[in-house]
């Protein structure tokens, strides 16, 4: 079996050298090299045209093309980092280069801040935070009362608004990760470091309880 890499190989989309990305990001060239296989096992595992479109994307993470979660739309719309609705290969390790384990905890506060900031206005909302909350229980499957999710925004809210105006602003929600490092589990994949086939579900699969959120 020939190296993917061979000459006469094809190259989809926005295929990049894996030495180059490996200089771009956290990632060695052999697991750059490893990215490429799982790349192209996900865009071309409805599509297959070389590229991620969300339904793969959505069936790669949940193993349902079809299943509505607001988690994996904001994590599809922030690799696509063109804004042209697919994500390239060079997209696709530029985005997870966030969830490597030697990535500073800067560039994943950072990232985190964006995934909640839902409209893109450079601060979060209580109303965008009560969606993430509530998207959050029900991937992990929690049910709670309305109440209590209430409670849960307004606690954390509260804490995370220290100037009190109504909104979370990035140096806010820099202090706020800081001091609750589990808000962040999700954003590290130890294997990383040992990249597999499988893709990795990081969004929310290892169950957040209520002192997570």
């Known amino acids: 079996m020939g190296c993917v890499y061979s000459k006469g190989s094809k190259r989809p989309p926005g295929y990049v050298d894996p030495n180059i990305l490996a200089k771009e990001t956290t990632f060695s060239v052999n697991e750059v090299e490893a990215l490429y296989e799982l790349y192209k096992k996900i865009s071309y595992s409805i599509i297959k045209d070389g590229l991620i479109h969300k339904e793969e994307f959505q069936l790669a993470l949940f193993r349902n093309s079809n299943k509505k979660n ?35 905890m800067a560039e994943k506060i950072a990232f985190a801040f964006r995934l909640y900031d839902l409209r893109g206005t450079g601060f979060i909302e209580r109303e965008e935070l009560k969606e993430m909350v509530l998207a959050i229980l029900n991937e992990s499957e929690l049910l709670l009362s309305d109440d209590a999710v209430e409670q849960i925004v307004d606690q954390t809210f509260k804490q995370a608004d220290m100037n009190d105006d109504g909104k979370i602003d990035p140096d806010e929600w820099k202090v706020f990760a800081s001091k609750n490092p589990a808000l962040l589990k999700n954003m590290t994949l130890p294997y990383l470091k040992d990249i597999t086939m499988a893709f990795p579900s990081f969004v929310l699969n290892s169950g957040a309880s209520d002192e997570e959120l």
Do not use: C, W, Y
């Open 70 to 104: 607001l988690f994996a739309d904001r994590i599809f719309d922030l690799f696509d980092l063109k804004r042209n609705g697919v994500i390239d290969f060079e997209e696709f390790v530029q985005s997870l280069s966030i969830f490597h384990p030697d990535t500073p």
